[in-house]
């Protein structure tokens, strides 16, 4: 079977994204030709977290600038694509309106049908770009970004089972509003991990002690909005907070990645798992990468554990058309190049 392009567009919250990739749906090689991100993180850092319009008015100016850098990249002429993809959700609805309604008149104009790609399914697929070792199944996502952390079980034939989920705050949420708490800047989670490594550096022991939420609890869900309570009252009470800001960015990280760390091998236990993989944009921080790399080699020998490079752990576009590849590999009824066009496929 010869190889087939995609195009596609990620705009679910303040990155503006577009990517092309090469696909052989025969062997399941995928070759990421372009990945061309347009953040708006320093428009919104001032305000201390996205503001939805901002956002809304970067997209609609960002987007087609970004299409035609990331064609001009990839070296590829719209007339060459297979398929167009585009981040159907979950996410700010004024951010993924400039996405699909920018890919439908792009299929209309070029005559591409459009592949809708859920942005979690998006993250757990960054990890089949390059991967550093086999995938074997079955598999299990742990997904850490800004709006989820879950625990997602992918068999062989690429079907999905949750089987933990967040029941308030996710992981990146925790991060960033501790940062805000703390007046540090947005995004939280590099603010937060950069003073957590200025502390572990200094080889000193801590003395602040902080809970981790829900850890022997006996379903693998996850619950940060406590850790975070208990870190504004630790803050209440400690006049000198602002001169241990990095020892309580570290004490507060230690329990983020102490609960997921903890979770995620019970999980795999449980489940007979063969390869562990983490995803989103908390799947950036080093000391989660190094130390849930350390527990799973201790604990569990036998199984692969595989992060995305960092450019594929916040939001990008090369992970949709990633997600996308595979939903058209699956349904193997579909002969790609025959399809009409205009419709928006559902390639369940
Ligand atoms: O996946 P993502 O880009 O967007 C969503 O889908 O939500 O994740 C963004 C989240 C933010 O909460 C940000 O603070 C966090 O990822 N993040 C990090 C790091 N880099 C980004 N958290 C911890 N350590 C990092 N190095
Ligand atoms: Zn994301």
């Known amino acids: 079977m010869i190889d087939m392009y995609i195009l596609a567009i990620e705009s679910s919250c303040d990155e503006t994204a577009a990517s092309v990739i090469k696909g052989n749906p025969a062997t399941g090689r995928l070759l990421v030709l372009s990945n061309v991100i347009s953040s708006q993180i320093e428009i919104h850092k001032k305000y201390g977290g996205v503001v939805p319009e901002i ?8 987007v087609l600038p970004v299409i035609n ?3 001009a990249k990839a070296k590829i002429k719209a007339k060459q694509l297979d398929y167009l993809a585009v981040t159907k959700g979950p996410g700010l609805i004024t951010s993924l309106i400039t996405g699909l309604e920018t890919v439908r008149a792009l299929s209309f104009a070029w005559e591409k ?5 859920n942005h979690l399914n998006g993250h757990m697929y960054s990890n089949f770009i390059k991967p550093a070792s086999p995938i074997k199944f079955p598999a299990l996502s742990l997904i850490v970004s800004g709006g989820h952390t879950m625990l997602i079980i992918l068999n062989k034939d690429h079907k999905i089972k949750i089987i933990g989920d967040t029941r308030d705050d996710a992981a990146g949420e925790a991060y960033d509003k501790a940062a805000k708490m703390m007046g540090l800047d947005y995004p939280g989670g590099p603010a937060i991990a950069k003073y957590a490594a200025e502390y572990k550096k200094s ?8 809970p981790r939420p829900m850890l022997n609890s ?3 869900d996850f619950s940060f909005s406590g850790l975070k309570t208990a870190l504004l009252y630790q803050l209440q009470k400690d006049k000198n907070w602002r001169k241990r800001i990095s020892e309580y960015c570290y004490a507060y990280q230690e329990a983020i990645i102490d609960i997921l760390s ?4 019970k999980a795999a236990k449980q489940y007979s798992i063969k390869t562990i993989m983490m995803a989103g944009g908390v799947s950036a921080n080093l000391e989660l990468r190094q ?12 199984t692969n554990f595989l992060v995305p490079d960092h450019e594929y752990t916040t939001d990008n576009a090369a992970m949709i058309s990633a997600a996308a590849f595979y939903k058209i590999k699956k349904s193997k009824a579909i002969s790609f190049r025959n399809l009409k066009v205009n419709s928006s496929l559902q390639l369940k």
Do not use: G, Q
């Open 203 to 210: 080889k000193k022991i801590s003395t602040i002690t902080l």
């Open 69 to 71: 850098e990331a064609l």
């Open 291 to 302: 130390k849930l790399a350390k527990n799973i080699k201790k604990e569990l020998p036998n």
């Open 218 to 220: 006996a379903d693998f």
């Open 262 to 265: 903890y979770k995620t091998i």
């Open 55 to 62: 956002a809304a008015r970067e997209h609609v100016l960002n």
């Open 113 to 117: 049908p459009i592949i809708e790609v």
